[in-house]
């Protein structure tokens, strides 16, 4: 069974930054994508970014050049720098991983950012 433990959350004042990262059970080789999702009280999750095998990536509307998702194959381990942060950037950030083959979504348990302003 794959695990994703995501850290680095954590309370922020407005304007400033967090790195997230999510270590991998098993090769990040292995998915065809990874992401990050965050989900706010009372919304739906959402798509913050993605980053495919091919190493491009896409990013929501709302966090496009102020965050960037990145990996480390060695470390089986991928990252969402968050800069210039706001209030509405305020939410649990889930790890995702999408294999092709099943297909198969795997998620982590998730991790709180609180921006406050």
């Known amino acids: 069974q794959v695990q994703l433990v995501e850290s680095g959350g954590g309370l922020v004042q407005a304007g400033g930054s967090l790195r997230l990262s999510c270590a991998a059970s098993?090769?990040?080789?292995?998915?065809?994508?990874m992401g990050w999702y965050r989900q706010a009280p009372g919304k739906q999750r959402e798509l913050v970014a993605r980053?495919?095998?091919?190493?491009?990536?896409m990013y929501a509307d709302s966090v496009k050049g102020r965050f960037t998702i990145s990996r480390d194959y060695a470390k089986r381990t991928v990252y969402l720098q968050m800069n210039s942060l706001k209030p509405e950037d305020t939410a649990v950030y889930y790890c995702?991983?999408?294999?092709?083959?099943?297909?198969?979504?795997?998620w982590g348990q998730g991790t709180q950012v609180t921006v406050s302003s």
């Open positions: 995702n991983a999408y294999r092709s083959l099943g297909p198969k979504d795997y």
């Open positions: 098993e090769s990040i080789f292995n998915f065809n994508a």
């Open positions: 980053i495919l095998r091919g190493d491009s990536t």
